[in-house]
């Protein structure tokens, strides 16, 4: 079944403590990134990456650090999370991006809390 | 930098009723697409219009995309309850970048049965 995985689902942490959020794909697709979804904010672009090893930010990237070693995996890193970045996190791939395919595949979400 | 602006924010509608959001960009857009997360879900692809004027249909889902390629519309005729969500529009952020996606903030839609 093709799908985006993102790990853990749930995550309560405290400030400072370096966490990192998984995200796998299994349909080859080219183009990964990641949202914030915040209340009253929709969804914000925070990091994406066209290829292996190449990645960009996107419109809230401070505080994240991401990798694509692997086309099919694209983590998140938070080095030293704080309470601000307390959101439900959200992987999404597509082939090769917005411009010819479209469709982006979004991962079920990641409830991230930071105290 | 780009902007995507969506209303209306909420909406309720009795069900049969019609419901129509807006999306309107800052910039041109090389192509809009729309979503759709059910309450409690992730966002999943509805559709993508790239031409302007483009008009689309999916049962009892209209899309349109505006003359300028700058604003584009979702209707749904005689809702039902399955169609409660949050509708977010998103297109290519400006600069030539067709990576950089920009979302509206969406607009939820909830129906009473």
């Known amino acids: 079944e093709a799908q985006v995985t993102q790990n853990p689902r749930y995550l309560i942490t405290v400030t400072g403590k370096k966490l990192t959020v998984t995200c796998s794909q299994n349909?080859?697709?080219?183009?990964m990134s990641w949202y914030r979804q915040d209340p009253g904010l929709g969804l914000r672009q925070i990091y994406y990456?066209?290829?292996?090893?190449?990645?960009d930010k996107g419109d809230v990237p401070e505080g994240y650090k991401v990798s694509r070693k692997e086309k099919r995996n694209f983590p998140l890193i938070l080095e030293s999370p704080s309470p601000n970045q307390t959101s439900l996190y959200f992987c999404?791939?597509?082939?090769?991006?917005?411009?010819?395919?479209?469709?982006?595949?979004f991962g079920e979400g990641s409830r991230l809390t930071v105290l | 930098g780009q902007q995507v602006m969506q209303i209306p924010q909420y909406q309720h509608v009795q069900e049969g009723e019609d419901f129509t959001t807006y999306c309107n960009s800052s910039?041109?857009?090389?192509?809009i697409q729309w979503y759709k997360q059910r309450p409690g879900g992730h966002p999943v692809f509805l559709i993508q219009?790239?031409?302007?004027?483009e008009v689309k249909k999916q049962k009892r889902l209209t899309f349109q995309f505006g003359e300028a390629k700058k604003n584009s519309s979702l209707h749904i005729t005689a809702t039902q309850t399955t169609d409660v969500g949050t509708y977010f529009c998103?297109?290519?952020?400006?600069?030539?970048?067709?990576?950089?996606?920009?979302f509206g903030k969406g607009t939820l839609l909830t129906v009473n049965p």
């Open positions: 999404a791939s597509s082939r090769t991006g917005t411009a010819n395919t479209g469709e982006l595949f």
């Open positions: 349909m080859n697709h080219e183009y």
């Open positions: 990456s066209m290829n292996v090893e190449v990645t």
């Open positions: 910039t041109t857009l090389s192509n």
């Open positions: 219009l790239v031409k302007s004027g």
């Open positions: 998103a297109g290519p952020s400006s600069g030539g970048s067709n990576y950089k996606l920009t």
